[in-house]
T-cell receptor, first 115, second 112 residues
């Protein structure tokens, strides 16, 4: 049972480069979200989606884009990387219509460094 | 706006001692409260949530709506409890479940 799969695990980017963090879930969850984890600040919501074709901004959306073309996938795009985006990124999925379970399941994280 | 506050960044106890990780929240409505835990080299996972009112790994947490708190407690800490603990909140119902607000996290260290 794969759960939530994030790739890559580590990435180093130069300022101005773009990249996509991949996230896939196989639990048939409706909701998917991206968080960033910074020391002393906990996890902060970047973007989230409540279903295919529906996305919305979270607390810290600037500099990031998302799309949700399928229920399973929710990629996060960094348009022009900046050192302030150095962080650990977590993808999560939650909410099964079948069971009503609201527990969030997390990927293993992507450690991104922008130099 | 919803907010979760964990006042302690670091908490150290000795094995067998009681432990309490504090969590206070602000939310206009009926929130759903969670504790998530991240052990070393593992992914973030749910420890417990207030609606289930169960004890997981000896931990309990009671939602106190009057004090807007959801403190995590364990009477006898074990070394394997050492981890990062996050208190989190979501709205109850509808699309609120897709949005979690986290506290800053508390690193618990249990010494032998």
């Amino acid at each position: 049972n794969a759960g939530v799969t994030q790739t890559p695990k580590f990435q180093v980017l130069k300022t101005g480069q773009s990249m996509t963090l991949q996230c896939a879930q196989d639990m048939n969850h409706e909701y998917m979200s991206w968080y960033r984890q910074d020391p002393g600040m906990g996890l902060r919501l970047i973007h989230y989606s409540v279903g295919a074709g529906i996305t919305d901004q979270g607390e810290v959306p600037n500099g990031y884009n998302v799309s949700r073309s399928t229920t399973e996938d929710f990629p996060l795009r960094l348009l022009s990387a900046a050192p302030s985006q150095t962080s650990v990124y977590f993808c999560a999925s939650s909410y099964s219509l079948r069971t009503g379970n609201t527990e969030a399941f997390f990927g293993q994280g992507t450690r991104l460094t922008v130099v | 706006a919803q907010r979760v506050t964990q006042p302690e960044k670091l908490l150290s106890v000795f094995k067998g001692a009681p432990v309490e990780l504090k969590c206070n929240y602000s939310y206009s409505g009926s929130p759903e409260l969670f504790w998530y835990v991240q052990y070393s080299r593992q992914r973030l996972q749910l420890l417990l949530r207030h609606i289930s009112r169960e004890s997981i790994k000896g931990f309990t947490a009671d939602l106190n709506k009057g004090e807007t708190s959801f403190h995590l407690k364990k009477p006898f800490a074990q070394e394997e409890d050492s981890a990062m603990y996050y208190c989190a909140l979501s709205g109850s119902g509808g699309t609120s479940y897709g949005k979690l607000t986290f506290g800053q996290g508390t690193i618990l260290t249990v010494h032998p």
